[in-house]
């Protein structure tokens, strides 16, 4: 019986029958489909990475909060709440709010980039185990990032006095959205690539 490495097996798209990988077009051994290598392996990673940065922009420019009260509108945005919080002594709060939505956003933003760059051009010595660490981490703390977006929601739940109305900014859907895209970025991203490419 011979031995077949994992990474030399590949699947038919059209029935769905494993077979090993013979160059750069494999036919089929049950359909005789012909099998192609992806050759755009980090794209669609790419694209939902950078539509994420886009969208990451104005969510941090447009108020998350806004406060109706006695007819005078008033705009928070992540930072300015931050700040807000800080001042009136919610320290852990404030933390929690500036490390899921800020600080977490842009380490995943610069891990993803590290990442999809070093597949393609390896970067100095750096080992494989800590490739795929940086990968888990990304991928563990992605729904973290939502934070921001319950509390609005939560707030905007809770809050119905009189003259006090809480709604969701134009930020709160630029960050969904960008939380979004950048699990979507994280998801595209084929792990294997790691190995491949080293």
């Known amino acids: 019986m011979i031995e077949v490495n994992e990474k ?4 038919c798209n059209v029935c769905g029958a494993v077979n090993i990988d013979r160059g750069e077009v494999t036919p089929c051994r049950r359909c005789g489909s012909n099998i192609y290598h992806e050759r755009f392996s980090t794209q669609k ?14 969510a941090n420019l447009y108020p998350m909060l806004i406060t109706k009260q006695f007819g005078s509108v008033e705009g928070s945005t992540i930072l300015g709440g931050v700040v807000m919080l800080w001042e009136h002594g919610s320290y852990p709060i404030a933390l929690i709010i500036f490390f899921a939505s800020i600080l977490i956003p842009i380490i995943k933003f610069l891990v993803l980039i590290y990442l999809l760059i070093s597949v393609k051009y390896p970067i100095g010595k750096d080992s494989k185990i800590d490739k795929h660490k940086l990968y888990y981490m990304t991928e563990a703390v992605g729904p973290w990032s939502m934070i921001d977006v319950f509390v609005v929601a939560i707030l905007a739940a809770l809050i119905h006095l009189a003259n006090v109305e809480i709604v969701a900014g134009t930020a709160a859907t630029a960050f969904a959205i960008s939380v979004f895209f950048t699990l979507l ?4 991203f084929d792990e294997r690539l790691i190995k491949e490419y080293r």
């Open 8 to 11: 030399e097996l590949m699947r």
């Open 185 to 188: 970025a994280a998801h595209a």
């Open 45 to 58: 990673s790419w694209a939902y990475l950078l539509t994420a940065m886009i969208a990451y922009i104005p």
